[in-house]
């Protein structure tokens, strides 16, 4: 089962065309969330993923699943960097930025949106869905489009097609160490 839910919404993180992403997994206490990450870290650490806890909840952990490498280069964007500099990640490094999300997880109400960056999203769409309160988006697919409606319906489509031929290999008995590409 969760490995079954990596397959299904980390097929474009494991085959290194999409920077991270994120899913919530069943799991009986914080104990067994620990174990099954590090299991997973274990496995997927040396193709360069890593998985980490964002927050947890009764039966439920959030998790990050993303790729270092893709994300360090993704914010050295200037639009990116900006973003992120607006809701306080300022001078800080890739680690210290990831925990800065996670406390902003723990402490607000509200889900802070900026994690789209985190996912590898165009900086103007999370910045159009932040600015938009979510509404008005010219497309929804992975996520809500506001700038370049084709670009990121390429993408999608590609996310899609990843994802399917990823599930198809997994069901036939590929391993999710075969299915990961190093990056």
């Known amino acids: 089962m969760a490995?079954?839910?990596?397959i299904n919404h980390c097929s474009p993180?494991?085959?290194?065309?999409?920077?991270?992403?994120?899913?919530s997994a069943p799991v009986k206490n914080k104990s067994q969330a620990i174990d099954m990450l590090r299991g997973?870290?274990?496995?997927?650490?040396?193709?360069?993923?890593?998985?980490l806890p964002?927050?947890?909840?009764?039966?439920t952990v959030l998790v990050y699943a993303y790729r270092p490498s893709l994300l360090y280069k993704y914010f050295e964007?200037?639009?990116?960097s900006e973003i992120l500099s607006s809701f306080g990640y300022a001078d800080m490094r890739l680690p210290q930025r990831i925990s800065f999300l996670i406390d902003r997880l723990k402490k607000d109400d509200?889900?802070?949106?900026?994690?789209?960056?985190?996912?590898?999203?165009?900086?103007?769409?999370?910045?159009?869905?932040?600015?938009n309160g979510a509404a008005n988006c010219k497309r929804l697919?992975?996520?809500?489009?506001?700038g370049d409606?084709?670009?990121?319906?390429?993408?999608?489509?590609?996310?899609?097609?990843?994802?399917?031929?990823?599930?198809?290999?997994?069901?036939?008995?590929?391993?999710?160490?075969?299915?990961?590409?190093?990056v």
């Open 110 to 131: 509200e889900f802070p949106h900026e994690i789209g960056l985190f996912l590898g999203y165009p900086p103007e769409d999370v910045l159009g869905f932040i600015k």
């Open 3 to 6: 490995e079954e839910l990596i």
């Open 13 to 23: 993180t494991l085959a290194g065309i999409k920077t991270g992403s994120l899913f």
């Open 149 to 182: 409606e084709e670009s990121a319906l390429k993408t999608f489509k590609k996310y899609e097609k990843c994802t399917e031929i990823y599930s198809k290999l997994w069901n036939k008995g590929r391993s999710l160490e075969r299915l990961t590409v190093a």
């Open 141 to 146: 697919g992975c996520w809500k489009v506001y």
């Open 40 to 51: 997973w870290n274990r496995k997927l650490s040396k193709k360069g993923i890593v998985f």
């Open 54 to 59: 964002l927050k947890y909840r009764q039966n």
């Open 77 to 80: 964007n200037k639009n990116v």
